[in-house]
């Protein structure tokens, strides 16, 4: 650990458990990872590995057992609710594989969210918001209800709701595993274009052929992070 | 965010459930109309008994035979030792200086026969004090005079409507009637008084005491009123009476002295009370609309636990959960609040319309008060749900379908 510019994000030995029926389980076991400015990470794992886990750590959904995340220096685990809320909002877009769009507000409406608890003014939010739709293409479609949406168009909403903010991190969580491939791919685009543009994403997802299109994959199993040869390895 | 944005949060959350919107609103609107309704009935009877009450002058001491409390507690009804006398009456007059008149009545109820024409009324039995003491006139011919009350005669006074009933058009004056088959000379009748506490004061007719104590067969009073003579002596006059009296039945204090003033204080501690137990048992209505609020917001917050993750992870803090589910519930109970008054206002007006003799007034205080009571139950059976929304886990809440 040398380097003179600070990351991004770093977790140095992020362990959490949970308490299930009484009982503690492990999600991460003493997790490193570093992501500068600019990466395009994938976490690749089998489900139940604990990738999950790492993706609530790193959007600061969940706060670590023991270890610390830091974000642009700040480190998490001193964060009160609202704090995480704060940092949630603005330097933290999410992309989840089920979409999670509000089913009975417009396109716009939804991109608009991020920007509501930001307290942008209601006719900046508009403008804002259209913005980040015609970046996903999807001008047309502002107004439409996000449950008349196709999934492509859906997961595309998403994707500018999570732009609109203008985070430090685009946080995936098989963004491509409800659609089909001709449309997953579509998705796959437009990370990929915005990770040209300068955003920084993190992927998440188990599919080794999305992995691929990040330029940097680290692999997780059984809470632990480990290499390529072991992850091999270990599914046989 | 802002108050208004917040309110425009819960109006799309409202618009799209409407109707089950509109059910929970009913609870509160039928609870707030039926407190206007309530409230706006015992306001009306009590002004309307009020209004009433207005005529019969408030400088009025009444002497009634026996001890009776008329406020607090248990009637106390001991036997009268003494029953009240014309006796007590002429020393009434007497002794008490500060007493206008002095006006002892015989109460009883008789047959008045016409040639044929019959009709039963209230005979009261007076004195020419009487007259004074009550604020009735005489319209034609004369009251009864000293005279007439010394030598026993036979004869009276007649309200209207005995008037009407028994002679028609014809004249009266100086007719004779017939009271329980003894022959009365009409001599004099009296001015139009109308209707005062459902009793007819045109409907009575009037003859001197001791008359009526040998009609009657009775050597007792029904009552003693009098009147003192400044509305500011009301106090020592009671006093004065009471003493008078004490003496007068050899010490012993089996009569009541009653001011007109404690009656009505007491007949309208009834009335407001009246007023206050419907508006209560009206407002427990606007507490089940709560409930019903409660109910809804639960399911609601419920139903909506992964709109709350999503809300959650794109950056709402729990205070604006918290906020959102809270104006939900408010709005809730304040259009409903809202619809109730107009519902209340125009129920009262449309039963006022309906039935003109209803007395029924609208008071403001009432309208204010369901209004904000009905702003605060929403408020108060909202909390619950809205803590609970924000007290919600986004990871649970977003995987929560």
Redesign the interface.
């Known amino acids: 650990m040398s380097e003179n510019t600070d990351p991004l994000l770093r977790l140095s030995k992020v362990t959490k458990h949970y308490e299930t029926g009484g009982q503690s389980v492990t999600g991460l076991e003493e997790v490193d990872l570093d992501v500068n400015p600019g990466d395009f990470l994938a976490v690749m794992g089998p489900s139940g590995s604990g990738k999950s886990t790492l993706m609530n750590i790193l959007g600061c959904l969940d706060v670590p057992t023991s270890g610390s995340y830091t974000i642009k220096g700040t480190n998490v685990a001193t964060l009160s609710t609202d704090e995480l809320a704060r940092l949630r909002n603005r330097e933290i877009g999410f992309v989840f594989q089920v979409f999670h769009l509000l089913p009975r507000a417009s396109a716009r409406k939804n991109v608009e969210l991020p920007l509501l608890y930001a307290g942008v003014p209601r006719d900046d939010r508009a403008r804002l918001a259209e913005e980040a739709l015609a970046t996903v293409g999807l001008s047309d479609r502002s107004r439409h209800l996000s449950n008349e949406l196709s999934g492509g168009q859906r997961q595309r909403v998403a994707i500018a709701r999570a732009l609109v903010n203008h985070p430090s991190l685009l946080l995936a969580d098989e963004p491509t595993g409800n659609l089909d491939s001709k449309t997953g791919e579509e998705v796959m685009a437009i990370l990929s274009r915005l990770n040209g543009e300068g955003v920084t994403v993190v992927l998440v997802t188990h599919d080794p052929l999305i992995a691929r299109r990040a330029h940097k994959i680290v692999y997780i199993v059984d809470g632990r992070m480990v290499t390529e040869a072991e992850f091999r390895e270990k599914r046989g | 965010?802002n108050f208004l944005?917040y309110l425009s949060v819960a109006f799309?959350a409202l618009r799209?459930n409407r109707l089950r919107a509109a059910l929970t609103m009913l609870g509160v609107v039928i609870g707030v109309a039926a407190v206007i309704l309530l409230v706006s009935l015992g306001t009306g009877t009590k002004n309307y008994v009020e209004r009433q009450f207005a005529g019969l002058g408030s400088n009025i001491l009444i002497i009634t035979p026996g001890k009776v409390e008329t406020r607090g507690g248990p009637p106390m009804v001991g036997p009268a030792r003494h029953k009240l006398t014309m006796s007590d009456s002429n020393i009434l007059q007497k002794k008490g200086y500060l007493f206008g008149g002095v006006a002892p009545v015989v109460f009883g109820s008789a047959e008045v026969r016409l040639s044929g024409r019959t009709r039963n009324v209230s005979v009261l039995g007076v004195t020419p004090a009487f007259s004074e003491v009550r604020n009735l006139r005489v319209e034609i011919g004369a009251f009864l005079t000293e005279a007439d009350v010394e030598a026993k005669r036979r004869v009276c006074v007649i309200g209207r409507t005995v008037r009407k009933e028994l002679f028609g058009n014809a004249n009266a004056l100086g007719q004779i009637v017939k009271l329980n088959g003894a022959r009365f000379r009409v001599v004099g009748i009296m001015e139009n008084k109308g209707v005062s506490l459902g009793v007819d004061i045109d409907d009575i007719v009037f003859v001197p005491v001791r008359t009526a104590q040998d009609l009657f067969d009775l050597d007792s009073l029904f009552e003693i009123l009098i009147s003192v003579r400044n509305m500011n002596d009301i106090e020592s006059g009671k006093a004065m009476a009471k003493s008078i009296m004490f003496h007068a039945h050899n010490r012993h204090e089996d009569f009541t002295v009653t001011d007109q003033r404690a009656i009505l204080s007491s007949l309208f501690t009834i009335l407001d009370t009246l007023t206050y137990v419907l508006g209560g048992i009206a407002g427990i209505s606007l507490l089940v609309g709560g409930i019903g609020i409660m109910n809804i917001m639960l399911v609601t917050v419920k139903e909506r636990t992964?709109?709350i993750?999503?809300?959650?992870?794109?950056?709402?803090?729990?205070?604006?959960i918290l906020l959102q589910f809270l104006f939900e519930a408010t709005t809730l109970s304040a259009a409903g609040g809202l619809i109730g008054l107009v519902v209340g206002a125009a129920g009262a007006g449309a039963l006022r319309w309906a039935f003109p003799k209803m007395p029924i007034e609208v008071p403001l205080w009432a309208v204010l008060l369901s209004f904000t009571f009905s702003l605060f139950v929403g408020i108060f059976f909202g909390v619950y749900p809205a803590r609970k929304a924000a007290a919600m886990n986004?990871?649970e809440a977003?995987r929560y379908e």
């Not at chain 2, 993750?309 to 604006?320: C, E, L």
């Open positions: 965010m944005e799309e799209a992964n709109e993750g999503i809300r959650k992870a794109v950056g709402a803090r729990n205070i604006d986004p990871i977003l």
